[in-house]
């Protein structure tokens, strides 16, 4: 049997699905702050959580996928499962809600950055010379973004290093999986520690769901819930695979950086949010940072 070969394409098209994609996940977090006075922070998370579960429950077995957890890998995917999804949307969700769409999208998007530093501390990779100079340039941009932010004492700072924690956890997700992503695939594998992740989480949220006025959400609220669970993580994913097939993982990876950007462009243009020299050039020296810090 012939190993299948990627079909190419013309390079336009590649770049219209990357752009459609940079597109679809900085508009989620415009639409998700819009949208988060209508919710309690903990009942969006609930509401999302049991939406993307059962759509991925839904997607999983039409592609006729059922694989099981093998005994000895059970206490990785728990941990997976806590570190990718319980902590990550907890902590991004609280930390959205306390600060901006484009303050969230720069801090999510540091992983690179933190995955250099465990990465050398763990001793798994040698980072080089050129990840160092972006790991000081990113932490030099971190500082001075959140400086002023945390000396004013007001929710914008500790809703930066919320958004700064679930990039760490997120971080630590990928490296935890890295071995199960051989034995089980990526999408199996993203369906049951996202279900896993939702149960460990939900216990957290009753109070928050008794609570919340579900009536109050309206239709622009749901449409903006809808658009969280289906876009962003179905249409932009499958889309982002596709060009990583298309083009591969170094030179499709760049067009991440540019979800920030496009992010605080909505917000300006959409939540009026407002951008200072400082914030400005703090963010641009972490994502400098943050491209120089990714590795090869």
Not at 16 to 29: E, I
Not at 67 to 75: F, K, Q, S, T
Not at 85 to 109: C, E, K, P
């Amino acid at each position: 049997m012939t190993e299948s070969r990627v079909r190419p394409v013309a390079p336009w098209r590649v770049d219209l699905a990357l752009s459609t994609v940079v597109a679809l996940w900085s508009l989620n977090f415009v639409l998700l702050k819009a949208v988060l006075p209508r919710f309690h922070p903990l009942a969006l998370a609930a509401t999302r959580f049991v939406l993307v579960a059962a759509l991925f429950e839904l997607l999983l077995r039409a592609r006729g996928v059922r694989a099981r957890v093998a005994p000895e890998d059970r206490a990785r995917f728990l941990v997976s499962a806590l570190l990718g999804y319980t902590l990550y949307q907890g902590l991004f969700v609280l930390g959205l809600d306390r600060t901006t769409a484009f303050s969230t999208a720069l801090m999510i998007n540091t992983g690179p950055l933190w995955a250099a530093l465990f990465l050398s501390v763990a001793g798994i990779e040698r980072v080089s010379a050129r990840q160092w100079l972006g790991v000081v340039l990113a932490l030099a941009g971190l500082a001075v973004y959140l400086g002023p932010r945390l000396w004013a004492h007001g929710t914008g700072g500790w809703g930066n290093l919320l958004s700064l924690g679930a990039a760490v956890s997120w971080t630590l997700y990928g490296i935890v999986n890295r071995p199960l992503l051989e034995r089980y695939g990526a999408f199996h594998l993203t369906t049951r520690t996202f279900q896993v992740g939702a149960a460990c989480f939900l216990p957290f949220t009753v109070s928050a769901v008794a609570g919340q006025s579900w009536a109050g959400v309206g239709v622009a609220g749901w449409a903006a819930v809808g658009y969280s669970v289906v876009f962003p993580i179905v249409v932009a994913v499958s889309l982002w695979n596709w060009a990583i097939g298309q083009r591969g993982v170094g030179r499709t990876v760049v067009y991440q950086y540019l979800v920030p950007v496009v992010s605080g462009a909505l917000s300006w243009a959409l939540l009026g949010e407002a951008f200072g020299p400082w914030k400005l050039a703090g963010g641009a020296l972490v994502l400098v940072g943050v491209a120089l810090s990714r590795r090869r």
